[in-house]
């Protein structure tokens, strides 16, 4: 494909103008909407097809998110569009001023495997909503997915609207040699690092949603029942190929044992005593990481799981014991259905322990002490925090999603979504109808004058 070709004919529809009006961002709201309404059912085969994703899963966290994203956008676009009057300062009076909210123009997307839909399309709704166009590059690691968006987007956008260039690694370097308006990249913190350095090469802004190691930290007094389920939930959904999942847990150890065996009963629960055989549990996305995964089984003391099959690119939910903090596991993000559970004496240890680690996209704090959670959010930094939860926070539209440090930057989803992709650009109008000459060289000895002026207006 002549990427140079189709982000030209992109550029030229936005410059005439044609995406900036509300009526174009709804229409293409609408169609996207409808398209995935249509198409549902082969959008949740195609994911059972890629990760065993069942489709409840799927329903919820893929076409689901992405249809509750379309419609909290449609309900709120007038007043994220509206311009936000501002007072003029002295020195602009008379005037008025406003900030406006544009489209930035041409946004490239380059999406991960392990929620294809939901991160390829929900950045999509932003940059629409925010009046751009859109190049979209799914990944090459979920087949077919991939090709049922192909179907999708191409037959309702045309390409100088929307378009979608499927394809690997090559695919996305050729368009990153591009000149894109903005660039929102989701997956490895390694490839955001080339992505960062090819839009600094046309000085693109770019948002970048990584990964890394969330914690969760589990105090004394909180609620183990729920505390485990919520967090097996948070794990083991999708395989444990989740950006937000909880890595690791952090519990007092007054509370280890029980809380472990609690986690053993709410995977049994969930998935049954052979998970290998429930509709519910997912699969590895490939082979590479299913290697990568299995060789990390060996830390540690397995509390439940362990077992795995290569053919059926399986891997049992598993919890781990004794975990050392040099081992693998607890070097770089698992990405996968293993979760090591460490024991801390104090909170403070906790606290240091996360601190002394890249900061994280989330921290779930499970705890029924409303100081402790306070201090454990105050002390830390991560791109958001949980309370006694897990994962849900990536739900609520109305809240900023994104990392910081390691984990990314910028943000996803409702508003936040829509300023990522939107330029706010000051206007600022005067009237000609007053214009003091002491504003104008040659000064003529008034600069006493223009003190005494700005004292009584300004107090300075
Ligand atoms: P991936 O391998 O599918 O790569 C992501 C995209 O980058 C794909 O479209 C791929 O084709 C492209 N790509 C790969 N190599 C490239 C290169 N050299 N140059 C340019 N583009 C290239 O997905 P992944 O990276 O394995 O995704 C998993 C990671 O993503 C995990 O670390 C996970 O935590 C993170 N993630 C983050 C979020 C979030 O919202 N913050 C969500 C999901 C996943």
């Known amino acids: 494909m002549d ?7 992109q550029r030229d529809h936005f410059q005439s103008g044609a995406t900036r009006s509300a009526e174009w961002r709804k229409s293409m709201l ?3 909407r409808a398209a995935l309404s249509r198409s549902e059912d082969v959008i949740l085969d195609a994911l059972h097809a890629d990760l065993r994703k069942s489709r409840h899963e799927a329903c919820l966290s893929e076409t689901g998110l992405v249809i509750s994203e379309i419609d909290h956008a449609l309900k709120h676009l007038k007043s994220w569009m509206r311009p936000q009057k501002h007072a003029v300062p002295f020195i602009a009076w008379p005037g008025k001023a406003h900030v406006n909210p544009e489209p930035r123009g041409v946004a490239l997307i380059l999406s991960p495997w392990n929620y294809p839909v939901q991160l390829l399309l929900s950045p999509l709704v932003s940059a629409l909503a925010a009046g751009n166009c859109a190049v979209l590059k799914p990944s090459e690691l979920a087949p077919h997915t991939a090709s ?3 179907q999708l987007i191409g037959s309702i956008f045309s390409d100088h609207e929307v378009a979608i260039c499927p394809g690997g690694k090559e695919v996305a370097e050729g368009l990153l ?7 929102f990249y989701t997956g490895s913190s390694s490839v955001g690092r080339l992505v960062m350095s090819a839009a600094a090469r046309h000085l693109t802004p770019v948002t970048l949603e990584l990964g890394g190691k969330c914690p969760c930290i589990v105090t004394e007094g909180a609620a183990l029942e729920v505390a485990a389920r919520r967090i097996a939930w948070g794990r083991f959904t999708n395989a444990g190929q989740t950006c937000v999942a909880p890595d690791y847990v952090l519990v007092d150890k007054k509370v280890k044992s029980q809380l472990l065996e609690k986690l053993g009963n709410a995977v049994s629960t969930m998935y049954g005593a052979n998970p290998k055989a429930s509709a519910d549990y997912g699969r590895i996305i490939n082979r590479r990481h299913w290697e990568r995964l299995f060789a990390l089984l060996g830390s540690g003391r397995v509390v439940c799981g362990g077992d795995a099959d290569v053919d059926d690119l399986y891997i049992a939910p598993t919890v781990l014991d004794e975990v050392a903090i040099d081992s693998p596991l607890m070097q770089e993000e698992i990405f996968g259905p293993i979760l090591p559970v460490l024991a801390y ?7 240091a322990f996360v601190q002394q680690r890249p900061s994280p996209l989330a921290i779930y704090v499970f705890s029924n002490d409303k100081r402790l959670q306070a201090t454990i959010a105050a002390q830390t930094q991560s791109g958001g925090v949980c309370i006694n939860d897990t994962v849900v926070q990536v739900a609520c539209g ?3 999603f994104g990392g910081v440090g390691s984990s990314g930057m910028g943000a996803s989803h409702g508003k936040a979504g829509f300023d990522e992709f939107s330029h706010r650009r000051s206007i600022l109008w005067r009237s000609v109808q007053v214009d003091p000459s002491m504003r104008y060289p040659p000064a003529r000895g008034s600069l006493l004058l223009l003190k005494r002026i700005r004292r009584f207006l300004l107090g300075v």
């Open 345 to 351: 004496d104090t909170p403070e240890e906790a606290v």
């Open 148 to 150: 049922v968006l192909v």
């Open 30 to 32: 609408g169609r996207l």
């Open 3 to 9: 990427y140079a070709k189709l982000i030209q004919s």
């Open 398 to 400: 109305n809240l900023p």
């Open 177 to 183: 040699e591009q000149r894109f308006d903005h660039i």
